[in-house]
């Protein structure tokens, strides 16, 4: 059997880089260079100038999302800084390529001054059509996120909302499975960064319209010392405000105590920290989304033996693979074929929606469509592209 890591070390460097820029016109005649360069490029440049909603129909603006990252927590490989991260974001622009159509282009910053990197994607802004933010490590990826969001273009922080929205489309399907409702469900969250932090967002349906989005029936949340709690000194700025929504009756202790009659385990931390009586203390029909990778916090078959009804990874080799390549690739092309300024929260909820109906009949190993699948990103960029055209008509 070869070995993945051996074998993914020679294809990089048998392919130098997996992405390249190459020419959308073929310049075969002086009359060709002229139109594409000088004199004619000038053209463009004083219609840009005079309506700049025009660089979207004369240049890659419309189509182009800047992948960008300061490599402070890349995969499960920490803060192994901007140049190592390259491989990761030159792999994302691949796949917003394939899946979407999108030109995707890493952009590996050496800083990790949070004041610097808003700047730095702020003067790089005008030439793409969206901003993908990608392995930033929290809390500093919140605020950045957020202070991006009037730039004029989408500002997106994957590791947040991309891995959020994909659980929700997973929990659609499972809870379904397991004949309960979402609002009725039980859910501990094992991780407090920027994962943990935005399922948490999505599932309480804080940032929704409430006529619109149904929230879970409880969320305890738990960080490498424990359930996050009312009397814990130890909170930064984020952990504190995630008590306004979780954790309503204050619990304390460890995983443990978290889990006894939760009807849902969301594991977004390190692998190995379950065995099989950790998951018999849960409610009956347990669900488990045990995504660290590579090893998730509890395997499969030791989840199957201790209860669990539905069980999913980040594992492309386990069934119910949960991976935001079913979100992100659909979500932008969705935001830039509308030109949506942000990507909303109802956004967010239509793509969890479009992503899990894309199963029509939901059973134990099939709660969510094959991250291969080539018709979901379609599906999603629709569901999008309605919500954001709905929403720029409220706001004419």
């Known amino acids: 059997m070869s070995d993945v890591y051996e074998d993914s070390l020679a294809l990089h460097q048998r392919s130098r880089g997996k992405i390249r820029v190459i020419p959308s016109i073929d310049v075969k005649t002086t009359d060709d260079l002229s139109l ?34 300061d490599g402070s927590a890349v995969l499960g490989l920490g803060n192994i800084g901007p140049l190592a991260a390259i491989p990761v974001m030159e792999g994302k622009a691949m796949l917003f390529k394939k899946f979407a159509g999108i030109n995707g282009f890493p ?31 929290a809390p500093r990826s919140f605020e950045i996120e957020e202070r991006l969001q009037d ?21 659609i399907n499972a809870a379904k499975v397991v004949g309960k ?18 399922i948490a967002r999505l599932l309480k349906c804080i940032d929704q319209d409430p006529n619109k989005c149904t929230p879970v029936r409880s969320i305890v949340i738990c960080d490498s010392k424990g359930i996050i709690h009312r009397e814990r000194t130890d909170l930064n700025y984020i952990k504190k405000i995630l008590l306004k929504y979780t954790n309503d009756a204050n619990v304390k202790g ?29 409610a009956d029909k347990a669900i488990v989304l045990a995504l660290a990778n590579p090893t998730p916090e509890i ?23 949960v991976n935001n390549v079913l979100g992100f690739p659909g979500i932008f092309r969705g935001a830039l074929d509308a030109r949506a300024k942000r990507i909303s929260p109802a956004m967010k909820l239509a793509a969890a929606y479009a992503i899990a109906g ?18 979901v990103a379609s599906k999603v960029a629709q569901a999008v592209k309605q919500v954001a055209l709905s929403e720029k008509k409220l706001n004419d």
Not at 363 to 374: H, K, S, V
């Open 107 to 137: 952009i590996c910053l050496d800083s990790q001054d949070t004041e610097k990197i808003i700047e730095t994607v702020k003067m790089i802004a005008p030439v793409f059509g969206g901003i993908n933010l990608e392995d930033i490590s």
């Open 36 to 69: 594409v360069y000088s004199p004619g490029v000038a053209a463009p440049c004083k219609a840009i100038e005079a309506n700049p909603e025009l660089a979207y129909e004369y240049t890659i603006k419309n189509n182009t999302v800047a992948i960008v990252s």
């Open 151 to 171: 730039i004029g273009i989408p500002v997106f922080h994957d590791d947040q909302h991309g891995t959020a929205i994909v659980v929700l489309a997973a929990l």
């Open 254 to 282: 460890g995983l443990k105590d978290a889990m006894k009659d939760a009807d849902v385990f969301i594991g977004v931390s390190v692998g190995n920290l379950l065995k099989a009586e950790d998951i018999q203390i849960m």
């Open 181 to 198: 409702k979402l609002s009725d469900l039980k859910i501990v969250i094992n991780g407090a960064g920027a994962a943990g932090v935005a």
């Open 299 to 321: 395997m499969p078959e030791e989840a199957r033996k201790g209860g669990a009804m539905v069980i999913g990874t980040g594992r492309s080799d386990l069934p119910n693979q």
């Open 358 to 375: 894309c199963i029509k009949h939901p059973f134990p190993d099939e709660i969510i469509p094959a991250t291969l699948n080539m018709t």
